[in-house]
């Protein structure tokens, strides 16, 4: 909840909506005049931290691009939960990390390991980083 922000990225850009219907209301209307075809994720990543960066504790981890190869031949059919749904999302989420980078926020790598079919292992340093980072920015914003 604002004043922070965690994001997490990989290599899928995530569900794009035919339109942005929402209600005919103030609070929507950056919404409805953000740019069609881009992902629910980027819209919750801009509104979370990059529309208010000023405002924003924004910390954004990347799972490191080579997972990929940690997913043994035999279980290939799998690699494909893991990387770009299309060509089209690969540019996008590159935009994305773009766009993040540019607000002024960093994008810290992060490793794992291939925990069978869709899931992933090893996330402990991850957890404890995440950890560590947003109590950090706790104590800053609401020193005792």
């Given at each position: 909840?604002?004043?922070?922000?965690?994001?997490?990225l990989?290599?899928?850009?995530?569900?794009?909506?035919?339109?942005?219907?929402?209600?005919?209301?103030?609070r929507?209307?950056?919404?409805?005049?953000?740019?069609?075809?881009?992902?629910?994720?980027?819209l919750?990543?801009?509104?979370?931290a990059?529309?208010?960066?000023?405002?924003?504790?924004?910390?954004?981890?990347?799972?490191?691009?080579?997972?990929?190869?940690?997913?043994?031949?035999?279980?290939?059919?799998?690699?494909?939960?893991?990387?770009?749904?299309?060509?089209?999302?690969?540019?996008?989420m590159?935009?994305?990390?773009?766009?993040?980078?540019?607000?002024?926020?960093?994008?810290?790598?992060?490793?794992?390991?291939?925990?069978g079919?869709?899931a992933?292992?090893?996330?402990?340093?991850?957890?404890?980083r995440?950890?560590?980072?947003?109590?950090?920015?706790?104590?800053?914003?609401?020193?005792?």
């Amino acid at each position: 909840c604002r004043p922070f922000f965690i994001g997490l990225l990989g290599e899928r850009y995530g569900w794009i909506p035919d339109n942005y219907q929402l209600p005919d209301e103030p609070r929507y209307q950056w919404a409805k005049q953000y740019t069609p075809g881009r992902s629910v994720t980027e819209l919750e990543m801009y509104y979370g931290a990059m529309m208010r960066k000023d405002q924003t504790r924004a910390f954004f981890y990347q799972r490191n691009p080579d997972f990929i190869n940690t997913i043994p031949e035999r279980a290939a059919e799998y690699k494909s939960v893991f990387t770009a749904e299309s060509s089209y999302a690969a540019e996008r989420m590159e935009a994305l990390r773009t766009m993040i980078q540019r607000s002024g926020f960093e994008i810290e790598n992060y490793s794992c390991g291939w925990g069978g079919k869709n899931a992933t292992n090893n996330l402990e340093e991850l957890g404890r980083r995440i950890l560590s980072d947003l109590w950090d920015a706790i104590r800053d914003t609401f020193p005792v």
